[in-house]
């Protein structure tokens, strides 16, 4: 069945960076564009990235472009996020998502999450 | 740029139906495919229909979208207590080149 794992959050202080990671499996990862998507604490979902299957497309939220990096990994079936120069505004937990076409792309399958604080 | 407007909150007694609306604030809206979010107390999103109105696999008939024009809509029909979720509605921006997600809709089963 589809597995998302995200992992790398935390802690950190405004103006650093961590690396965010979400190990795929029970699907074709290389044939499926990805998303990424956070969710402030007692807030609503707020989309931040997709990638193209084969990384020829990337598109960013206006609030997070510039600072963060999508990118992925086709031979680990991994998706990662780079978050530069954190705000404390920037604390989520942040989803990736599967896409899914059926007619026209959307996120379908999503991860668990994984908290990311910025703070001081 | 396309907003969606959600009511915040939604009551209903077991049994009963309910209906979520979603709203466009762009005329682009009227062009696009809506799709709609179940997120479960401390859970992740699950998609629940796409393109409108339709159920992915494992979705109960119970759960129906629908729109027109510049608004969309989520009926739960024969609610139960599980069923007391946030809904979300979202669809793509092409202006924005990127997905919008409505603010959400606290479904409360009373």
């Known amino acids: 069945q589809v597995q998302l794992v995200e992992s790398g959050g935390g802690v950190v202080q405004p103006g650093r960076s961590l690396r965010l990671s979400c190990a795929a499996s029970g699907f074709f990862f290389k044939a499926y564009g990805m998303h990424w998507v956070r969710q402030a604490p007692g807030k609503g979902l707020e989309w931040v990235a997709f990638i193209s299957y084969d990384a020829t497309k990337e598109y960013y939220s206006e609030s997070v472009k510039g600072r963060f990096t999508i990118s992925r990994d086709n031979s680990k079936d991994t998706l990662h996020l780079q978050l530069n120069s954190l705000r404390p505004e920037d604390t989520a937990v942040y989803y990736c998502?599967?896409?899914?076409?059926?007619?026209?792309?959307?996120?379908?399958?999503w991860g668990q999450g994984t908290l990311v604080s910025v703070s001081s | 740029q396309s907003v969606l407007t959600q009511p915040p909150s939604a009551s209903v007694t077991p049994g009963q139906r309910v209906a979520i609306s979603c709203s466009g604030s762009?005329?682009?809206?009227?062009?696009?495919?809506v799709y709609w979010y179940q997120q479960l107390p401390g859970t992740a999103p699950k998609l629940l229909i796409y393109?409108?109105?339709q159920r992915p696999s494992g979705v109960p008939d119970r759960f129906s979208g629908s729109k027109s024009g510049t608004s969309a809509s989520l009926a739960i029909s024969g609610v139960r207590s599980e069923d007391e979720a946030d809904y979300y509605c979202?669809?793509?921006?092409?202006?924005?080149?990127?997905?919008?997600f409505g603010a959400g809709t606290k479904l409360t089963v009373l």
């Open positions: 998502a599967k896409e899914d076409c059926a007619g026209d792309c959307f996120p379908d399958f």
């Open positions: 979202a669809t793509w921006d092409a202006s924005l080149s990127g997905w919008v």
């Open positions: 762009s005329s682009d809206f009227g062009n696009n495919y």
């Open positions: 393109r409108n109105d």
